[in-house]
């Protein structure tokens, strides 16, 4: 079945970096449209970016700049590198594929930029 492990979320001071990994598992990875999406307290979810079968990549405005996603098929890993992190960037993010016409969520991880 359809696996999505995150990891890389953590404390850190604004202005800061950090990378998460999602770790895809259970579907021919190369293949379907992945990316990360965020829940902060109190909000809706939101698409932070995403990346497609020929590569081509989709941010949302308040990322754009700063967030870099990218897919490692070797590794059947997508990353979101996130620099210059701001308070408003803190939530649960949350790894997603689009595989066969489903969405498949990860179990999410923290992330907190204390200003």
């Known amino acids: 079945q359809v696996q999505l492990v995150e990891s890389g979320g953590g404390l850190v001071q604004a202005g800061g970096s950090l990378r998460l990994s999602c770790v895809a598992s259970?579907?021919?990875?190369?293949?379907?449209?992945m990316g990360w999406y965020r829940r902060a307290p109190g909000k809706e979810r939101e698409l932070v970016a995403r990346?497609?079968?020929?590569?081509?990549?989709l941010y949302a405005d308040s990322v754009k700049g700063r967030f870099t996603i990218s897919r490692d098929r070797t590794k059947n890993t997508v990353y979101l590198q996130m620099n210059s992190l701001k308070s408003e960037d803190t939530a649960v993010y949350h790894c997603?594929?689009?595989?066969?016409?489903?969405?498949?969520w990860g179990q999410g991880t923290q992330v907190t930029v204390s200003s």
């Open positions: 990346i497609i079968i020929n590569g081509s990549t």
């Open positions: 259970g579907f021919a990875f190369s293949s379907y449209a």
């Open positions: 997603y594929a689009h595989v066969l016409q489903r969405d498949y």
